[in-house]
């Protein structure tokens, strides 16, 4: 079973920057499709981020494109995301979440990830 942990969030102003961690565990395959998603009050949960483990494609969504990255660590079986330039619509939990190989066909659907983490807040203040 694949378990993911997210770290990082917290509250910073308009400008700043955080960086997001999920370490995994129990992983199955050498390598699995990894996103980041976020979730606001009342809005639906959104792709921001993702990446093949594998290598090096990754997808962004418009939205965050220039201002976040998303890298790893295969070592430690670490996902970041490093978000700069965070602005008052950044807010939201933020979730990491893995889909094995066999099941990888679109990193921006939430509904392709059977794993997630339990969520890190961001609040980006004006």
């Known amino acids: 079973q694949v378990t993911l942990v997210e770290s990082g969030g917290g509250s910073v102003q308009a400008g700043g920057s955080l960086r997001l961690s999920c370490a995994a565990s129990g992983y199955t395959y050498s390598n699995y499709c990894m996103g980041w998603f976020r979730q606001a009050p009342g809005k639906e949960r959104e792709g921001v981020a993702g990446?093949?483990?594998?290598?090096?494609?990754?997808y962004y969504a418009d939205s965050v494109k220039g201002r976040f990255t998303i890298s790893q660590d295969k070592a430690k079986n670490t996902l970041y995301l490093q978000m700069n330039s965070l602005k008052p619509e950044d807010t939201a939990m933020y979730y990491c979440?893995?889909?094995?190989?066999?099941?990888?066909?679109?990193?921006?659907?939430?509904?392709?990830?059977?794993?997630w983490g339990q969520g890190t807040q961001v609040t980006v203040s004006s």
């Open positions: 979440a893995a889909d094995p190989p066999y099941n990888c066909h679109d990193v921006s659907r939430p509904a392709d990830f059977p794993y």
């Open positions: 990446i093949w483990t594998g290598g090096t494609s990754t």
